[in-house]
């Protein structure tokens, strides 16, 4: 059982840059996926970026390509999500999740259903 717990979370304004993180209790990084995803208020799960296999891959969603950059510190089991240009849109509730050999596709596809571990989400604000 992997434990995830996001931080960092919090209100900033429209084109602004904030930086969440995800500590997980345990890590392995043979084909290990870490991904984050969000969901806003009556909108549907969505994933944002994802880590696979220690960083050697990185994927993103089209939505936040060339604002957002997920990056992964093994040697703290943290993945980190930096968050520039922020946008209205990008309001949300920001979850983190973890899985073991689901493979390189299903990471870079952000399929919730192939997350074996989930954290609790950390609150995205955006204010004009």
């Known amino acids: 059982q992997v434990q995830l717990v996001e931080s960092g979370g919090g209100s900033v304004q429209t084109g602004g840059s904030l930086r969440i993180s995800c500590t997980a209790s345990s890590y392995t990084d043979r084909g290990n996926c870490m991904a984050w995803f969000r969901q806003a208020p009556g909108k549907e799960r969505e994933g944002v970026a994802a880590?696979?296999?220690?960083?050697?891959?990185?994927y993103y969603a089209d939505s936040v390509k060339d604002r957002f950059t997920v990056s992964l510190d093994s040697t703290k089991n943290t993945m980190y999500l930096q968050m520039n240009s922020l946008k209205a849109e990008d309001a949300a509730m920001y979850y983190c999740a973890a899985a073991e050999w689901i493979g390189p596709v299903r990471c870079m596809r952000f399929d919730p259903d192939a997350m074996a571990w989930w954290g609790e989400g950390t609150r995205v604000t955006i204010s004009s």
């Open positions: 880590v696979y296999s220690g960083g050697q891959s990185k």
